[in-house]
């Protein structure tokens, strides 16, 4: 026998599956903001954490040489070739990160990396070499507390 469906039970569906769709788009682009706001998150994890390795080897050939002077005794020709080389990566990285920086890395972060820059330029035209060592030793390690700090707030504020 032929059963009739009443409006009723017409409208009943049609809003089941409008709330269905509707639910599962939701649910979709709720997926979707957090998958890019993690990834998002990770890029500048990333972005800290070069930041801080290209400043460790900034300062790992700072210290060699400070104490080279201090102690009277030539560096290891090995070592040396091999913290030159991290060194000029280092400042590679550091000058892409204030070129690009601002893209990952928050405003003040990027606004302390060019201080460090500008500072260290400044005291690298000191006459006496061991105390330009040094004062840049001191800024490396000044500037290494900050960008852990500022990289802490910025990574913090995105959970």
């Given at each position: 026998?032929?059963?009739?469906?009443?409006?009723?039970?017409?409208?009943?569906?049609?809003i089941?599956?409008?709330?269905?769709?509707?639910?599962?788009?939701?649910?979709?682009?709720?997926?979707?903001?957090?998958?890019?706001s993690?990834?998002?998150w990770?890029?500048?994890?990333?972005?800290?954490?070069?930041?801080?390795?290209?400043?460790?080897?900034?300062?790992?050939?700072?210290?060699?040489?400070?104490?080279?002077?201090?102690?009277?005794?030539?560096?290891?020709?090995?070592?040396?070739?091999?913290?030159?080389?991290?060194?000029?990566?280092?400042?590679?990285?550091?000058?892409?990160f204030?070129?690009?920086?601002?893209?990952?890395?928050?405003?003040?972060?990027?606004?302390h990396?060019?201080?460090?820059?500008?500072?260290?330029?400044?005291i690298?035209?000191?006459?006496?070499?061991?105390?330009?060592?040094?004062?840049?030793?001191?800024?490396?390690?000044?500037?290494?507390?900050?960008?852990?700090?500022?990289?802490?707030?910025?990574?913090?504020?995105?959970?």
């Amino acid at each position: 026998m032929g059963e009739h469906i009443s409006l009723g039970q017409i409208a009943t569906v049609i809003i089941a599956g409008l709330i269905a769709l509707l639910s599962a788009k939701y649910t979709a682009d709720r997926a979707l903001k957090k998958f890019r706001s993690e990834k998002w998150w990770v890029k500048k994890v990333e972005a800290y954490t070069d930041i801080l390795e290209a400043l460790h080897h900034e300062k790992a050939i700072t210290y060699e040489f400070l104490e080279s002077i201090k102690n009277k005794r030539e560096v290891n020709e090995e070592l040396e070739d091999k913290l030159r080389e991290n060194a000029i990566h280092a400042r590679e990285q550091l000058s892409l990160f204030i070129d690009i920086g601002g893209f990952y890395i928050s405003d003040e972060a990027l606004k302390h990396l060019k201080a460090h820059k500008t500072n260290i330029t400044t005291i690298q035209k000191e006459q006496d070499e061991m105390i330009a060592l040094s004062k840049e030793l001191s800024a490396i390690g000044k500037c290494i507390e900050k960008m852990i700090e500022l990289a802490k707030s910025d990574l913090k504020s995105e959970e």
